[in-house]
């Protein structure tokens, strides 16, 4: 399997609804759960879904309105963990 890939938005909207809580998680989940290496982790621009931010993209998957306890099942869901 590729390299996996997780991005999220750091757009104004997303950033200040949650994706700037939401990046630190993913990368201390990452840390944690040694996937450094496996995983890719950017930010993106807007993407122009702002009222259904915060976005948090995971390969081709786009997840809408990521939250805390959302996005901890995502990750676990997503990693098997
Ligand atoms: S700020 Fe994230 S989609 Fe616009």
């Known amino acids: 399997m590729g390299k996996r890939r997780i991005s999220i938005c750091l757009g104004s909207s997303c ?3 949650g994706n700037n ?3 630190t998680v993913i990368k201390k989940f ?3 759960h040694g ?3 496996d995983v890719t982790f950017t930010g993106q ?3 122009n879904m702002c009222s259904k931010g915060p976005i ?5 998957h786009i997840y809408e309105e990521v939250n805390l306890s959302l996005l901890y099942k ?3 869901e ?3 963990c």
């Open 35 to 37: 996937l450094d290496a």
């Open 45 to 47: 621009l807007c993407e």
């Open 78 to 80: 997503e990693f098997k």
């Open 15 to 17: 950033f200040a609804r």
């Open 21 to 23: 809580v939401n990046m």
């Open 74 to 76: 995502i990750l676990e």
């Open 56 to 60: 948090v993209c995971i390969d081709d």
């Open 30 to 32: 990452l840390e944690d």
